[in-house]
């Protein structure tokens, strides 16, 4: 019999003071599991994305690398995330409810052309190469790089039974999206109370390539047991210090080991532009919409102060070009906005940073780069809504 989790009556949350250096942050309320309880990896069919089974239900080896895709089901996440603007003492305080609340809108993440959807589903691995030239979410998978957003984006959408359909509404198999990475971002920081994500886990971060997916499964991809089988929870392997792959919450390497294209969103001379579906490399128009908010100029430095509207109020891109190169501060992470013409993004760190594998964590952006530039060191991820 299948569990059911009854969702928390109360709301969960921290305190960001954004004028202070230090990533801790403050717990509003006693830290309650249950949204997390809720948070499974489970397999969807590869093409219709109906689920087939969950974590526990399913013989490991059918569940980790048969013809299903193994993702991670993420239930409706509503939120307010107030700003004080109060001189010297401004803060936000990200907030999470798991049903509707006085003051709390459902995230943009589950919004999808004006449709809310239940769930979504991020993949439980980094994107890998399937049979037709379609992206797989498997363990013991060569991870796929060196390819533009483009060719990631095709590949996600051909997953689907029409792709041309979902490439237009952004329903069903699609590349993972700036508004699916800002709520995994949100709900990383109310989980763990920091902004220093590689103080839970620093990520494969220290050496010369990518691994394979599957090191958080219960399937030996290496042959020498170094996998650990996290489920639907948060743990690393056992390949090494700054080596080690790890699942937050079942999502295997949120950052690290490769960056990450993440769709529906552009910069047009700085200026953010983002999207919901109808996903494209094309100059900035309808579907993606002027946020009114302009990243910084400034080359590679620390995030620091985030930008911030009462429409935009879930981002975790850069308001100001941080003069700071001390990593261990505000949230830890580089970011790298020196292009000014039409950029896309790639997200979350990779392999590529000794010595200084601390800018590459949970809020690492790249926005330096047009959508088609391709390196090793850049791969995607899955996601179905």
């Known amino acids: 019999m299948r569990r059911m989790f009854k969702p928390a009556s109360i709301p969960m949350g921290v305190r960001w003071y954004a004028d202070a250096t230090s990533p801790a942050l403050d717990r509003l309320t006693s830290f309650a599991t249950s949204y997390f309880n809720r948070v ?36 409706k996440m509503y939120y307010k995330n107030p700003l004080d603007p109060s001189a010297g003492s401004r803060h936000m305080e990200p907030m999470l409810s798991e049903t509707p609340r006085p003051g709390y809108k459902l995230h943009p993440a589950w919004i999808v052309n004006s449709v809310e959807r239940p769930f979504i589903y991020a993949s439980a691995f980094e ?30 959408q051909a997953r689907n039974a029409d792709p041309s359909s979902r490439a237009a509404d952004g329903l069903g198999w699609q590349l993972s999206d700036y508004n699916t990475l800002a709520a995994l971002q949100m709900l990383f920081i109310i989980d763990n109370a920091t902004l220093d994500s590689q103080s839970k886990f ?41 080596l080690a792959s790890f699942a937050w919450r ?12 993440t769709d529906g969103i552009k910069f047009n001379g700085y200026r953010v532009w983002i999207a919901d579906h109808g996903f494209n490399d094309d100059a900035v128009a309808t579907p993606y919409v002027d946020t009114g908010l302009d990243l910084p100029a400034g080359g590679w430095f620390v995030l620091a102060d985030i930008l911030y509207s009462s429409t935009y109020d879930y981002l975790f891109l850069p308001k100001t070009a941080s003069a700071s190169v001390d990593y261990t501060t505000y949230f830890c992470d580089g970011v790298y906005t020196t292009h000014t013409g039409l950029t896309a993004l790639f997200s979350n760190g990779s392999w ?8 590459a964590g949970a809020f690492d952006a790249n926005a330096n780069n047009a959508a088609s ?9 899955l996601v179905f809504k």
């Open 202 to 242: 620093r990520g494969r971060v220290d050496t010369t390539s990518a691994c394979k997916t599957g090191y958080t499964s219960s399937i030996d991809v290496d042959s020498a047991g170094k996998n650990v089988d996290t489920g639907n929870g948060s743990g690393e392997s056992t390949q090494g210090a700054g």
């Open 373 to 381: 530039y391709s390196r090793d060191l850049i791969g995607g991820r």
């Open 40 to 75: 499974r990896r489970c397999t969807l069919d590869s093409t219709t994305g109906a689920i087939t089974g969950f974590y526990g239900e399913v013989t490991p080896s059918t569940f980790y690398g048969g013809t299903d895709e193994v993702m991670v089901q993420f239930p």
């Open 250 to 261: 079942g999502i295997e390497n949120f950052y690290g080991n490769v960056y990450k294209w």
């Open 127 to 156: 994107a890998s190469n399937g049979t037709g030239d379609k992206l797989r979410s498997i363990a013991n998978a060569a991870v796929l790089v060196s390819q533009t957003e483009t060719v990631f984006r095709t590949r996600a």
């Open 352 to 359: 590529n940073y000794a010595p200084v594998a601390a800018i």
